[in-house]
């Protein structure tokens, strides 16, 4: 659906070139979530404005629907742009418009017979909820709330993509988790494929099929959200999935224990989450594990357990009982090698 | 009673003068705001539209705009009126009188409007002119619909300036024999030492001037939904 191949995007300032995306290559296919996160200034905002040509890619080809982008005159490109919607942080809503007028007054300008208009209207306030604000104006509204409004303007036009450009981060966690579940909503409704940046690991987490991490203006690491959560391996990806689990033990506690046997972190996926592994593991095994730290994350395909275990107990018995746990199907790391790093 | 007295003289004597100057006055004032808000709106979106970056990014456009507008600015109206007699003669036929006043009015004020408007535009979010774009809303409409639309209120306000500066402009409008208000306080007040014209006079512009600014406050505040 959408192809975005090696684009790369320069801008001029009096202090010389700036590369602000650098051949950058990715593919969304229809009905996913596929989602790209950054620190700021990573490039994530001009990559999106590349896909809907807001920004002019310096070099590199957008695909979309099987129209090669780059190659439209202006009026083209605008008769294409009606198929995608976009959402923003900041909103972008008209104050001296009501909500309904916010919705209505682009459907007209993209020439949507007015006859359709207030149907349109009125069906996609219902989806995003807020049927019961249709006069009020966008300054007597909350931040979530202009968020579904803009939300409702973008479906309005009914288009197979949607753009997501940090969307819920200047929304309060409550409201972050409803805008989420909404986006999934109509991905689900309406098979609608969604691209979206975010600095929120929380947003990968919930409700996107694909991530990519960027950093300076490149893609360091990519894959289904399942495959990255559970074995990252870029330095920024690790430290993004600490925001929002615990993986961070002091080295002076980890060298202690590891005088009596090994630290390691266990990582569950899918069917193995649910078996009692460690039970049988002191049972079967002369060896004492003990749970340093825990958690299970919840991902749109799937669950994740992280453990990190001190297992005590002679090398050899240890070494038996690893290969125990990775014919069940978990992941195992030292300590020293991965997290040691960060 | 002696205060009352002296009132119903000097209105008996005075208030038809005044009358007709505070027509004039108004006639100037409307047909030159009218004209100028035609030009200068425009010329705002102008000057908006073709900076750097934006949808009609123009170097050599924006560079002359500026610049003219610019000049028309620094020169005070009583020289401007004289400066550009010729033109007005070309375009109205006459120099004289509230006909060959408007020219002169307007290329003051029309330049002023245009700043006026360039600032308003300008503080219209520019992530909703983005939202629209990437819409595939055509450039012309948004400008009407977003551009000028969200910039009402401070248009408002900037039209009142406008209606404001013009009035103190108008005053000099005597000089070429337009009248109005300014003129009589001028002639009268001060040539010929009838104190009392000028007081009148010049209560009335007070009046004038808090009137327009109220009203002007009033329509932008009520468009204003924030």
């Known amino acids: 659906m959408i192809h975005l191949e090696n684009i790369s995007k320069e801008f001029k300032s009096k202090k010389g070139v700036i590369r602000a995306v650098n051949d950058v290559s990715l593919h969304v296919k229809k009905g996913e979530i596929h989602g790209v996160i950054g620190y700021s200034g990573a490039g994530k905002s001009t990559l999106i404005r590349c896909v809907n040509l807001l920004e002019t890619p310096t070099a590199g080809k957008v695909r979309l629907n099987d129209r090669e982008f780059t190659e439209l005159t202006k009026s083209e490109l605008l008769e294409e742009r009606k198929n995608i919607g976009m959402i923003f942080q900041g909103f972008n809503l008209l104050r001296t418009a009501t909500v309904e007028e916010n919705i209505s007054i682009p459907l007209k300008l993209i020439g949507v017979p007015t006859k359709e208009i207030p149907e349109r209207v009125e069906k996609y306030l219902k989806i995003v909820g807020l049927t019961d604000k249709k006069n009020a104006y966008p300054g007597q509204l909350s931040g979530g709330q202009k968020q579904r409004v803009a939300i409702a303007r973008a479906l309005a036009q009914e288009p197979d993509v949607l753009l997501s450009d940090e969307a819920t981060s200047a929304l309060d966690p409550e409201t972050t988790e409803s805008i989420l579940e909404l986006l999934l909503k109509i991905n689900e409704e309406f098979g609608i494929t969604i691209l979206l940046i975010t600095h929120e690991m929380q947003v990968i987490q919930k409700i996107c099929d694909y991530v990519y991490v960027m950093e300076a203006g490149a893609i360091v690491e990519g894959g289904p959200v399942i495959d990255l959560f559970s074995n990252p391996q870029h330095k920024t990806t690790r430290s993004f999935l600490n925001t929002i689990s615990q993986r961070k033990l002091s080295r002076e506690f980890v060298s202690n224990l590891q005088k009596s046997g090994s630290v390691l972190r266990l990582t569950f996926r899918g069917a193995s989450t649910g078996e009692p592994l460690l039970a049988v593991v002191a049972k079967e095994f002369a060896i004492k594990p003990n749970i340093l730290t825990a958690n299970i994350m919840e991902l749109k395909n799937g669950v994740i357990g992280n453990l990190d275990v001190h297992l005590a107990g002679e090398s050899e018995e240890v070494a038996r009982s690893l290969t125990f746990l990775k014919e069940q199907g978990v992941m195992i790391e030292e300590w020293d090698d991965q997290y040691g790093k960060i | ?226």
């Open chain 2, 1 to 226: 009673m002696i205060n009352m007295e002296r009132f119903n003289t000097f209105t008996e004597q005075w208030m038809p003068l005044i009358g007709t100057a505070l027509i004039e006055t108004a006639q100037m004032v409307l047909i030159s705001l009218t004209i100028s808000t035609v030009l200068g709106i425009p010329l705002g979106i102008l000057l908006v539209l073709t900076r750097r970056g934006q949808a009609w990014e123009n170097k050599w456009v924006y560079q002359a705009l500026n610049l003219v507008v610019n000049i028309i600015r620094s020169i005070p109206f009583i020289i401007l009126l004289f400066f550009i007699l010729p033109f007005t003669k070309l375009v109205v036929g006459t120099t004289i009188g509230v006909q060959g006043v408007i020219v002169p009015l307007v290329i003051y004020t029309a330049p002023y409007i245009a700043r006026l408007m360039e600032s308003s535009l300008l503080e219209v979010d520019s992530g909703v002119r983005e939202a629209y774009e990437a819409m595939g809303i055509k450039t012309r409409h948004i400008i009407w619909n977003v551009l000028l639309r969200e910039s009402r209120p401070s248009i408002v306000l900037g039209l009142t300036i406008a209606t404001v500066g013009l009035i103190g402009a108008t005053a000099m409008a005597g000089l070429v024999g337009a009248g109005g208000l300014g003129d009589l306080a001028y002639r009268y007040g001060h040539l010929r030492y009838e104190v009392d014209v000028m007081y009148a006079t010049v209560f009335i512009l007070i009046i004038l001037v808090q009137g327009i600014q109220s009203l002007g406050n009033y329509f932008s505040a009520r468009m204003k939904k924030d």
